[in-house]
């Protein structure tokens, strides 16, 4: 499956370019309808619309449209209703004219004074009339469903760019951790060294003295000199990074919904290079656990769009 990333924008209208038939390519009669998508990282699906007056009533079906394909992520849609030329003169049903007419009588028997409606009056009303705005609901779903779909190949676009970048990072934090490994054991047998000449000057001086210290200090020698490899052992540390870094490449081959299952891993990375960078021992250990935490840092940021 494909990574997605939660960023990413889509826009479409019906009757715009791409349309099969001359009558797609017809804007609706009372006018032309624009939708808009917009969505940025969240740790949760959080839907927003922003809809005209005569939309408000599909925003249910709209929202079961999003669900069924988006499962994370701040998505805003907006759509709108654009008058057309063509959309100006809006025949009214003769079911409309009676209506219109009944009610003026009414009115005018209440308000003699009143005037009459005027052509422009009923085609006003007739451009607003109710059945009109219901007609509304095909459209909106149609534009709506290909917007989505649009926005679904920007999302993984988006996400294909960041599944290599982290590819590339790991690739990087598989270098540190090779180079860290060897360094352990080089520092452990350097600093056993200096044990052991502490302790053989220590026997210089107490065989200078005349004094039974010999066994004392060579106890206490190899006391410190098994602290101190103890202490910069980072083995197991090295050995759950690169578990890590084997899941994460695994979770980018798999796709799908991974994005909270990388940022958890990612977490588990930065303890790792802080818990190496705290057992260092050498200026070399220390910068490679700087570098580290700087690649996971970068990571965590791109972790955070990935649904």
Known sequence: MPVYSMTGYASGQNGSAGSHSEADARPSAAGRLGVEIRSVNSRFLDLTFKLPEELRQHETALRELLTGKLKRGKVEVRAAIENTAQAGVVEPSVKLLQRLNGVQDGIKAWLPGARELSVADVLRLAGGDGATRGDWGPDLLDVAGKALEALMSARQREGAR????????????????????????????QQRNRFLERWQEAMG?????????????????????????????????????????????????????????????????????????????????????????VLIEQMREQVQNIE
């Open 162 to 189: 960041l599944a290599k970048m982290l590819e590339a990072h790991l690739n990087q934090l598989r270098a540190l951790v090779q180079q860290a490994g060897p360094l352990v054991p080089q520092l452990v047998e």
């Open 205 to 293: 001086l107490t065989a200078g003295t005349g004094g039974t210290l010999p066994e004392a200090a060579q106890d206490r020698a190899l006391t410190e000199a098994t602290a101190f490899a103890i202490r910069i052992d980072v083995a197991e540390e090295l050995t759950r990074l690169n578990s890590h870094l084997d899941e994460i490449e695994r979770l980018l081959k798999k796709g799908g919904e991974i994005g909270k299952r990388l940022d958890f891993l990612i977490q588990e990375l930065h303890r790792e290079a802080n818990t190496l960078g705290s057992k260092s021992a050498a200026l070399e250990l220390t910068r490679i656990g700087v570098d580290m935490k």
